[in-house]
């Protein structure tokens, strides 16, 4: 913890201590709150400004090394930043309604079934992303290199529920179609790296639109924290499975890139990173299995999610507190089996792919071609790199 606020504070002192209009300061008094107070430096540039960020003074063009980044591990470092910048964006959103200092609601109360803690792990999930953006760019800056910026592109709707600032988004949360895959594949023997396929926790959830916020306090009903209604639990738990959805994915690819740097220190930034990401994707998938039985349609996105039982009864591929990552194939099935994060290959992670699942997902919904082409520009140049480049 110490030796965190030390590096972050010293990546920050590059950059302007203005605060980004997404990021207000907190009333609450987190273990990590400091995070907010140290802004995104030379990224926050006025909207439409470029959508690359550059160090504001000679001593951010330091190398922390000596070292000049490659090409590659420029390009790898820049797609994540700008990766980082999108879950930072839906995470906001998360935590201005269900986190830490969200107001008293049923949609809180619905996360809550999911776990007592599940305000504070949104906030603190939040912060780590805003750290992960702040370093990323910072990083990049240090290196002579550009950093991103999506500001440009904050053009989308808030939730107009209580809590919500009234701020253009990135993201849209409110006509998800979520993968629930993960969570087979995770409870499977097999890989996707080996041509597995998973069929889908919660398949409601993977067809149609859902929301996975409340989209106004209609949505909020009677606003019962100790009681809300089907209909919140529903966008509550969506909401649960949906955390897991983006943190497994984030797992899967620092992983695939870590496989494309040239530098030990790159790597060293990718594995450790990408090390976050897997404890949220855990921390998330074992509290969306205990989502309660609930069933609701949704006429604004007329669609339905129903959510099963996964703690009883229930084949080993979709038990809920079968949380740890099942031994299953790796590199050969002449192998024995290994307990991994899956999958790992660029066969079927990249960071292409990632742009796509985002777009799949439905996070970018009401986002125009061009924000979509420069993700891709980006993501395609990342995908280019090759170890030792
Ligand atoms: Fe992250
Ligand atoms: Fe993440």
Redesign the pocket.
């Known amino acids: 913890m110490v030796c965190m606020k030390a590096n972050i504070q010293t990546q920050s002192v590059n950059a302007p201590t203005e605060l980004p209009p997404a990021f207000p300061s907190s009333h609450r008094v987190a273990r990590r709150s400091f995070l907010r107070r140290l802004g995104l430096g030379a990224a926050l540039l006025a909207p439409g400004a470029a959508l690359f960020t550059t160090a504001k003074n000679s001593r951010a063009a330091d190398n922390s090394n000596g070292k000049k980044l490659t090409k590659g591990d420029a390009d790898i470092l820049r797609f994540l930043a700008a ?2 910048i999108i ?2 964006d839906l995470w906001q959103q998360y935590t201005e309604l269900g986190g830490q200092d969200a107001p008293e609601s049923s949609y809180r109360g619905g996360l809550e079934i999911l776990d007592e803690d599940q305000p504070q792990y949104i906030s603190d999930n939040t912060d ?2 805003q750290s ?2 702040n370093f990323l760019n910072a990083y990049l800056h240090s290196k002579g290199e550009k950093g991103v910026n999506l500001d440009a592109f904050r053009t989308l709707p808030s939730s107009q529920a209580a809590g919500a600032q009234q701020i253009g988004r990135l993201t849209n949360l409110t006509q998800l179609t979520v993968d629930t895959s993960w969570w087979t594949r995770y409870r499977s023997t097999t890989n996707p790296d080996l041509g597995a396929t998973f069929p889908h926790a919660v398949p409601s959830l993977a067809t149609g639109l859902h929301t996975a916020i409340p989209r106004n306090n209609n949505d909020l009903g009677s606003n019962d924290p100790e009681n809300p209604s089907d209909h919140m639990k529903a966008v509550a738990f969506t909401a649960g499975f949906h955390f897991a959805f983006i943190e497994q994915g ?1 797992t899967s690819l620092y992983a695939a890139m870590a496989q494309k740097a040239s530098s030990l220190e790159a790597l060293q930034v990718i594995l450790s ?1 990408g090390g ?2 897997i404890m ?1 994707f855990q921390t998330w998938q074992d509290k969306a299995g205990n989502a309660t039985p609930v069933s609701d349609f949704d006429p604004v996105n007329s669609s339905t999610v129903t959510f099963q039982d996964l703690k009883t009864g229930q084949p080993e591929t979709l038990q809920a507190n079968l949380i740890m990552p099942e031994p299953c194939d790796f590199i050969s099935t002449s192998l024995p089996a290994c307990s991994i994060i899956r999958p790992t290959g660029a066969a079927h992670v990249s960071a292409m792919g990632a742009v796509n699942a985002f777009t799949a997902d439905g996070l970018f919904r009401g986002q125009p071609q061009k924000f979509l082409d420069f993700l891709k520009s980006l993501a395609a140049a990342a995908d280019a790199a090759q170890r030792g480049d």
């Open positions: 990766a980082e879950e930072t780590d992303e992960h953006v984030g990173i976050s990401e949220h």
